[in-house]
């Protein structure tokens, strides 16, 4: 019998979500260069963050992941005021010049997130990466 051992995932930061570690392994995978937690706004004097931006950052692609969204609790997304903020963040995002991608864990889980980015890589001069992971 053959001993299978488990690879321990990477270690997240206190503000990664477990679907934010997905992303940016399916991201790894297929060599597409990203940053994560990037701050703009920041002469707004607003501390918003995206989840990622796709490399060469002034492309100004950015990406947000969604989580929580069936959830029985009532969370920073999915509060009257957490979604009022979302709203003036990604407002705020397109007046600076941002496309904003935003992505639901099933969208992440399923490979449509990946896919979609993948569909913008020529805009970023980027036609050789792989296609899939």
């Known amino acids: 019998?053959?001993?299978t051992t488990r690879r321990k995932p990477a270690k997240r930061s206190p503000r990664e979500s477990k679907l934010?570690?997905?992303f940016a392994w399916?991201?790894?995978l297929s060599l597409i260069p990203y940053v994560r937690e990037y701050?703009?706004?920041e002469?707004?004097?607003r501390l918003w963050r995206f989840d990622f931006v796709l490399q060469p950052v002034t492309s100004k692609i950015a990406v947000e992941i969604q989580g929580g969204i069936y959830g029985r609790r009532k969370g920073g997304h999915t509060t009257a005021f957490g979604?009022?903020?979302d709203c003036e963040k990604a407002n705020a995002a397109l007046i600076q010049g941002?496309?904003?991608?935003?992505f639901t864990g099933d969208q992440i889980r399923s490979g449509y997130a990946l896919s979609c980015v993948q569909k913008l890589l020529p805009a970023l001069g980027a036609e050789s990466y792989p296609q899939s992971y």
């Open 1 to 3: 019998m053959r001993k």
């Open 20 to 22: 934010e570690t997905l």
């Open 26 to 28: 399916q991201l790894d």
């Open 39 to 41: 701050k703009f706004d």
């Open 43 to 45: 002469q707004g004097g």
């Open 83 to 85: 979604y009022t903020n």
């Open 98 to 102: 941002w496309k904003l991608l935003r």
